[in-house]
């Protein structure tokens, strides 16, 4: 594993955030690529241009350039000198400027430029109050990777987590960096499997409140929620069907957990499979035709899979006696699971295509992964000194991070869709 | 299905108390706005309104319950590692809750003995309720339990 350890510690500015994140590894081929500053950025601190520089180096594929000051400060108007952009070896520039006007708000404006090729890839222009300015900076780096990976970025997107502080428990809802944490629910019993729904405006999740598990279906701009499976027994495990229509539960109701369907409205239930022994947390592939769970009905935890309208499972897994949370790539093509591997619990990715198996994380008790939803990084939960943190770790496990919070004890990371 | 080693079987009886939420207003926040004449790139904020689930339900209506010199008071059953066998330290434990539905029909708790089905209901908190959290065989043992909760105490 490479260990270049370029590492950028970022603090979150929220109050309630305080997520730091630390980068260890990097990819093989990093863009090297010029931020100069913003003209006129200091307006609206933390400057846009840093916050863009730590978006595209967490990402594991660009490499900021240190840049000496440049006068006059250069911005999206000014005319490039490529020859000598190219001789601070960038691959790319970026240049843009921050203006206030007299409402008190904010013009942003940039433009990114592909050194080696000589042109320009495009700029956009926003006014902003001073509340959008990640949100405004973090488009931009999409802008960026978008341009230069020909992939989208995440930058945008969210995560939800649930932190537990003494025997309190609160799911919250983070910028993908971890920054501008709010809480969705708080409750004094255990929250969790929290999972997005395919819009990015609801979350499903299994809630102890009332003494037992019940899934719930929250929608996070109004709080409203509703119980969706309270049946006799367990309730856990949800998965949404990619048509946001219906979810996959386990329920114990016939004695056992078992797979159900039920429709989000809490109507409809219907068993989907019968097994012996226990059939739990079952995963949608994203397009809808299958669904891969965790069973033991061959005597040790092992990924399955089955046809999403009932039918024959099949086994997926076979390397090692313990391998148990799927959860498939955006693209259908490989599933990260948790694998027991010499003792410890770590991130196993499949190929479906070859059936290689790769161990992406070195950590001893890896729980509950989730993908990008570019395909790109899985957020995973470990536990370091019996404190549970968040990491991420790139599909090719070249690139690791780790989020932790200052207090308190973080589980069950969700990553969100691309929110259009 | 997780990855820890240490199973934990709290069996709990069911109730609906359901908790009051109260969701707060979302703050308003303006939205980003693309310049004229730019690529339109519209950035919304998007505000998490917060739920409060961390009210209590109210306590159970049958003193009895709750008289620490009544065997109904204990509450936990405790197992050997990897059995589910309940030894006989608690039969006269289980035996007195059994008696204790047996004679009031509208309790709803789980039991072992001889209460209606729909008296009962059995949970399994997986891992999320230790009540010992060292790596201790003696704490290891505390996890291993039954816990019993009548309607109104959960």
């Not at chain 1, 969210?158 to 960096?177: F, H, S, T």
């Amino acid at each position: 594993m490479i260990r270049l350890l370029a590492a950028l510690l970022f603090w979150a500015c929220s109050a309630q955030a305080q997520l730091a994140i630390e980068i260890t590894g990097a990819g093989a081929q990093r863009i090297p690529i010029a931020l100069a500053p913003f003209a006129g950025e200091a307006a609206l601190a933390p400057g846009i241009s840093t916050i863009v520089r730590a978006d595209l180096e967490r990402s594991g594929l660009f490499r900021g350039l240190e840049l000496p000051p440049i006068v006059p400060e250069p911005t999206e108007a000014t005319n490039i000198n490529y020859a000598e952009w190219r001789s601070r070896l960038a691959d790319a520039l970026l240049v843009g400027s921050v203006q206030p006007r007299p409402d008190g708000r904010f013009e942003v404006r940039f433009r990114l430029y592909d050194v080696v090729k000589q042109q320009a890839l495009g700029g956009v222009a926003y006014t902003l109050g001073k509340e959008q300015l990640r949100a405004t900076a973090h488009r931009i780096s999409d802008f960026v990777y978008e341009k230069l990976t020909g992939e989208k970025g995440v930058f945008s997107t969210r995560i939800a987590y649930v932190v537990k502080r003494g025997n309190r428990y609160e799911l919250q809802i983070a910028d993908y960096d971890g920054a501008g944490a709010e809480t969705a629910l708080a409750s004094f019993e255990p929250i969790i499997s929290p999972v997005w729904s395919p819009d990015g405006k609801r979350l499903a999740y299994v809630s102890f409140e009332n003494k037992k598990p019940v899934v719930y279906v929250h929608s996070l701009l109004d709080g409203k929620r509703h119980v969706v499976a309270n049946f006799k027994g367990s309730n856990s495990a949800p998965a949404w069907a990619p048509d946001g229509g219906r979810l996959a539960v386990v329920l114990s109701r016939e004695g056992g957990s078992q797979l159900f369907l039920i429709n989000a409205d809490g109507s409809g239930v219907r068993r989907l499979a019968s097994s012996s022994g226990i059939d739990t947390e079952p995963r949608f592939s994203p397009d809808g035709q299958w669904i891969y769970f965790t069973s033991d009905r061959g005597g040790t935890p092992q990924v399955y899979r089955m046809p999403a309208s009932g039918g024959e499972p099949q086994r997926v897994t076979f390397e090692g006696s313990y391998n148990v949370s799927p959860r498939i790539s955006p693209d259908g093509k490989t599933i990260a699971y948790i694998t027991r591997n010499a003792g410890k619990f770590q991130v196993a990715l499949l190929d479906l295509s070859n059936r290689q198996v790769q161990i992406l994380t070195d950590s001893d008790r890896d729980e509950s992964p989730s993908f990008a939803p570019n395909g790109r990084m899985i957020l995973l939960a470990t536990v370091i000194n019996e404190r549970g943190v968040l990491s991420a770790v790139s599909a090719d496990g070249r690139v690791k991070q780790r989020l932790s919070a200052t207090a308190g004890d973080v589980r069950e990371p969700a990553w969100g869709p691309f929110i259009e | 299905m997780r990855a820890v080693l240490f199973p934990l079987i709290a069996t709990s009886l069911l109730f609906l108390g359901a908790c009051a939420t109260e969701p707060e207003k979302p703050a308003a926040s303006a939205p980003v706005e693309a310049k004229p004449g730019a690529k339109p790139q519209a950035v919304e904020s998007k505000p998490v309104a917060r739920v409060d689930a961390t009210g209590r339900s109210t306590g159970s209506p049958f003193a009895a319950l709750k008289d620490p010199n009544n065997i109904l008071s204990k509450r936990q059953i405790y197992f050997d590692y990897d059995k589910f066998e309940v030894k006989d330290e608690f039969r006269s434990l289980v035996e007195a809750h059994a008696k204790f539905l047996r004679e009031n029909p509208s309790a709803k708790m789980l039991t072992l003995l001889g209460a209606r089905e729909d008296q009962i209901e059995s949970v399994s908190l997986g891992e999320e309720k230790p009540v010992c959290t060292d790596h201790s065989e003696d704490c290891y043992a505390k996890n291993r339990r039954d816990d019993m909760l009548y309607s109104g105490e959960y």
